[in-house]
T-cell receptor
Framework: EADIYQTPRYLVIGTGKKITLECSQT?????MYWYQQDPGMELHLIHY???????EKGDLSSESTVSRIRTEHFPLTLESARPSHTSQYLCASSDVVTGIYGYTFGSGTRLTVV | AQRVTQPEKLLSVFKGAPVELKCNYS??????LFWYVQYSRQRLQLLLRHISRESIKGFTADLNKGETSFHLKKPFAQEEDSAMYYC??????????FGKGTKLSVKP
């Protein structure tokens, strides 16, 4: 089924660990995004990509990095996790056509750094 | 500056009462606006777009360029409407800019 998938759904990890949050979509969308959703539920764009080998930083400064080697895959990496990284991370995608209909969001990864 | 403002963090109404979730935007040019909804333990999903002038689940939203508003309305709220609602603006770079969200609570 065409969809966008995020793994893991929940992650509890110790400070200093390296983590990668996975995001894959099977809709062939060229544009993908990472949002951080803070405890107050506000959404902030942290990274986006308009296609393979294209990545940009969003409005909210983030210590995370992303890569886009394949159209369907847009992983987010934290080299050294800290408690301040505790948040929910949402991945989304759109394309030139469906972009006018908005984004398709994944289920999110709730990250807790202890 | 491109910005979306949702002034109410929480809106509580009784079942059957009218609902209006406020959204104001700041954008130079012709705006594209959306409403997204996030039900408990579910994904953020598109509710409606101003371009299509549609009514989804009884909700409507009209773009008022004079007041730079895109308020979401429903004449009779249902308990299943309880959720987090986000207004979003397509920015000049094509990305969606979200408001802080309004939590709607519909009481029986």
């Amino acid at each position: 089924e065409a969809d966008i998938y995020q793994t893991p759904r929940y992650l509890v990890i110790g400070t200093g660990k390296k983590i990668t949050l996975e995001c894959s979509q099977t809709m062939g969308h060229d544009k993908m995004y990472w949002y951080q959703q803070d405890p107050g539920m506000e959404l902030h764009l942290i990274h986006y990509s308009y296609g393979v080998n294209s990545t940009e930083k969003g409005d909210l400064s983030s210590e995370s990095t992303v890569s886009r080697i394949r159209t369907e895959h847009f992983p987010l990496t934290l080299e050294s996790a800290r408690p301040s990284h505790t948040s929910q991370y949402l991945c989304a995608s759109s394309d030139v056509v469906t972009g006018i209909y908005g984004y398709t969001f994944g289920s999110g990864t709730r990250l807790t750094v202890v | 500056a491109q910005r979306v403002t949702q002034p109410e963090k929480l809106l509580s109404v009784f079942k059957g009462a009218p609902v209006e979730l406020k959204c104001n935007y700041s954008y130079s040019g012709s705006p594209e606006l959306f409403w997204y909804v996030q039900y408990s333990r579910q994904r953020l999903q598109l509710l409606l777009r101003h371009i299509s002038r549609e009514s989804i689940k009884g909700f409507t939203a009209d773009l008022n360029k004079g007041e730079t508003s895109f308020h979401l309305k429903k004449p009779f709220a249902q308990e299943e409407d309880s959720a987090m609602y986000y207004c979003a603006l397509r920015g000049s770079q094509g990305n969606l800019i979200f408001g802080k969200g309004t939590k709607l609570s519909v009481k029986p």
